[in-house]
């Protein structure tokens, strides 16, 4: 059961009920398990794993085991896939469907050039017949909901989003996630959600919207614009992961800070163990800290704190009188 479950469903994908219009984005570093459980309680409707390599799946490497690792709160779980090769990803598919997932996802978003240069991830966008065959093979094979978080096309002259997302849905997509952007946009300029409009239009599945979520009152202006089911949140939910409870950073008091950042750390460190999650949680802390004015020395002193006692001093110390 969901943490954060309603009484009515805002809607389904397949039939899955989902009670909630707000989403973490798949952020590769970032939504591990203690985060994807923290964002839950706060309103989170979905939990996406980092993104897995469909060779790294059926080739057994263990290093996809820890971002697929999820607790039963969590649900529905999204197990995200990329490739470039359709056999290989039904084949990863169904190894993980013994995980028993909620969801498949096909990335077809990624813009980093490691992934997307060889054909998978945004670079998918280009080959509109081959994401065709994958959908093909995924919801006949598979016996769970297959999804799709997608851009609007690769560069200005090839926005082909409403051509994949009828491929998608022809082909048993159940949900289309849309970020605004092209491939060769990756993070920059703006995003264009009168295209994540159109696409809402044009298919009769759900549709996720992405890009330029800002704060919460952006939630509301993106729902109003797009009419999409519901609003994916990834960079503004790094150190404010309230926004997910409708409030921006500046809203919220230090004494809260406190605690959802040692809640934070706390589970970094039952999930990775001490070390390794105070490492990890730094990239996270320094977010949480933006806002607050600190020196030099301070900003050293938190970000290599070694321990949870030394780093709840510190944080007692700067947040308290910021």
């Not at 009828?166 to 060769?184: F, L, S, Y």
Request: hydrophobic content about 40%; overall charge negative; proline content about 4%.
């Amino acid at each position: 059961m969901s943490v954060n479950k309603q009484i009515t469903p805002k809607f389904h994908i397949a039939d899955i009920p989902i009670y909630g219009d707000k989403v973490l984005s798949p952020m590769d570093g970032f939504s591990d398990q203690p985060f994807r459980g923290l964002v839950r309680q706060m309103g989170s409707a979905i939990s996406y794993t980092e993104f897995v390599s469909c060779i790294d799946v059926t080739l057994n490497r263990r290093l996809t085991d820890w971002r697929l690792t999820y607790e039963e709160v969590e649900r529905p779980v999204v197990f995200q896939i990329y490739d470039d090769d359709p056999s290989r990803m039904l084949e990863a598919a169904l190894i993980l469907e013994e995980q028993n997932p909620d969801i498949i996802d096909v990335n077809m978003g990624c813009s980093a050039k490691a992934v997307s240069a060889r054909g998978a991830g945004a670079g998918l966008l280009k080959t509109p017949k081959k994401i065709e065959e994958i959908f093909k093979k995924l919801t006949k094979e598979l016996s769970m909901p297959v999804t799709a978080k997608i851009r609007i096309g690769w560069d200005e002259e090839s926005l082909n989003y409403l051509e994949v997302a009828k491929i998608i849905e022809d082909n048993g997509g159940q949900m289309i996630a849309v970020h605004g952007r092209t491939k060769e946009q990756g993070y920059g300029g703006k995003a264009n959600w009168d295209t994540i409009a159109e696409v809402k239009q044009a298919v009769s599945i759900p549709v996720i919207g992405n890009g330029d979520i800002f704060s919460a009152k952006d939630i509301a202006s993106m729902k109003a614009h797009t009419k999409c089911d519901a609003v994916m949140i990834g960079r503004a939910a790094i150190g404010n992961p309230w926004i997910f409870s409708g409030l921006d950073r500046d809203q919220v008091a230090p004494a809260q800070v406190k605690i959802t950042m040692l809640e934070h750390l706390e589970r970094m460190i039952n999930f990775y163990g001490e070390d390794e999650g105070l490492t990890r949680f730094r990239k996270h802390a320094k977010q949480y800290m933006s806002p607050v004015s600190l020196t030099r020395e301070q900003r050293k002193e938190i970000f290599t704190a070694k321990t949870t006692e030394d780093f709840s001093v510190l944080l007692d110390q700067m947040l308290i009188a910021s």
